[in-house]
């Protein structure tokens, strides 16, 4: 398996424009999670699908941010407008409730984000 | 409201073993997770404890005291790769959600 695939892996842009981070679960995983990690509050999630559908989007910090899972092998996060506070590494993970004893959440590797 | 403590930093010298440890405060709890995170990676699950008691994997170790909301990691043998960020987090509430701590930096020197 491929494991959990982001892209980009870097984005630089602009303070006000808009911001599509991308993700492919691995194969089977009904979970997805979208995480947010800076050095000052570590890793946060943001938001997280079961079966497609959001099941907590508490950790959104405002309207500026969205998730979409159109299906169950692709996610978005997107970022309008983005500002420079938004600048973090971006994780998208994924898990299975049937897989492993664990539930263990797979990390992909990340998209580095920095808004000037 | 959640809580997860750890050590923000340690080091320890090749060869040796090194506890991280974690308490936790968190509304509802169905296990704990280690997980390592090296420099520009992406974190790897370690260990998974739901019940009290100590797991072993290899060089690995991780206790868990739900009680005392106390868990930590016992890392021996200690090799330079070990030199990572090791991250507490708890599964809590329904689905697969997991509430991290903001990590223990581990420097390994020779």
């Known amino acids: 398996d491929a494991g959990v695939i982001q892209s980009p892996r870097h984005e630089v842009t602009e303070m006000g424009q808009e911001v599509t981070l991308r993700c492919k679960p691995i194969?089977?995983?009904?979970?997805l999670f979208w995480y947010r990690q800076t050095m000052m509050r570590g890793l946060e999630l943001l938001i997280y699908f079961n079966n497609n559908v959001p099941i907590d989007d508490s950790g959104m910090p405002e309207d500026r941010f969205s998730a979409k899972m159109p299906n169950a092998s692709f996610s978005t996060l997107k970022i309008q407008p983005s500002e420079p506070r938004d600048s973090a590494v971006y994780f998208c993970?994924?898990?299975?409730?049937?897989?492993?004893?664990?539930?263990?959440?797979?990390f992909g590797p990340g998209t580095r984000l920095t808004v000037l | 409201g959640q809580n997860i403590d750890q050590p923000t930093e340690m080091t320890a010298t090749e060869g040796a073993i090194v506890q991280i440890n974690c308490t936790y405060q968190t509304s509802g709890f169905n296990g704990l997770f280690w997980y390592q995170q090296h420099a520009g990676e992406a974190p790897t699950f370690l260990s998974y404890?739901?019940?009290?008691g100590l797991e072993e994997k290899g060089r690995f170790s991780s206790f868990l005291s739900r009680s005392k909301g106390y868990s930590y990691l016992l890392l021996k043998e200690l090799q330079m790769k070990d030199s990572a960020s090791y991250l507490c987090a708890v599964h809590t509430g329904g689905g697969n959600k997991l509430t991290f701590g903001t990590g223990t930096q581990l420097k390994v020197e020779l």
């Open positions: 194969s089977g995983h009904d979970y």
């Open positions: 993970a994924s898990s299975s409730r049937w897989g492993s004893s664990y539930n263990e959440q797979f």
């Open positions: 404890n739901v019940l009290d």
